[in-house]
């Protein structure tokens, strides 16, 4: 089903935002590698969600893993901020208004041409990603059923 809906997805427009996000990791290169990821999960959104990177740390650690220790992670926290505000006021704001924009047009088409199970869950696939489209970091993409228990992780050792 995932692969159903990830193709629709790419045909109404999904290759669009995944342009979008590749042109503005290409504009803010030192950023790219970081994300890369982000464009192939907005190109193929269905089967996967984001998940934060403290929880899967906790869900690691729950399981008898190292925690994880990526770049990212290893960076300092006034770089990610740094990263985070340059990617906020020059792309973040931009994608996540066109997520926004084609979630609202999804609807409407959902409404006019009576097609809600194709257009539905691109909408809702749309506004998913306008957290990820703001503040990109700090999160990580993973398969849906595995964030279902990194989450339930996650909230277990917070109560």
Request: glycine residues 8%; contains cysteine; hydrophobic residues 55%.
């Amino acid at each position: 089903m995932a692969l159903l809906g990830n193709i629709i997805w790419l045909v109404l427009g999904g290759w669009l935002l995944g342009l979008l996000y590749f042109i503005g990791g290409l504009l803010l290169l030192p950023l790219l590698p970081f994300l890369l990821p982000f464009v192939s999960y907005v190109f193929w959104p269905f089967g996967r969600t984001h998940v934060r990177r403290g929880d899967i740390n906790l869900w690691r650690q729950a399981n008898g893993h190292p925690a994880d220790s990526r770049t990212v992670d290893t960076a300092s926290g006034f770089i990610r901020f740094l990263a985070s505000v340059v990617w906020v006021l020059t792309f973040g704001w931009i994608l996540a208004i066109a997520h926004i924009l084609a979630g609202v047009t999804n609807l409407i088409s959902c409404l006019a041409l009576i097609t809600i199970p194709v257009c539905l869950p691109n909408a809702l696939a749309n506004f998913k990603l306008v957290p990820v489209a703001f503040v990109p970091f700090g999160v990580e993409i993973v398969p849906t059923t595995l964030a279902d228990e990194i989450r339930r992780r996650a909230w277990a050792e917070r109560l």
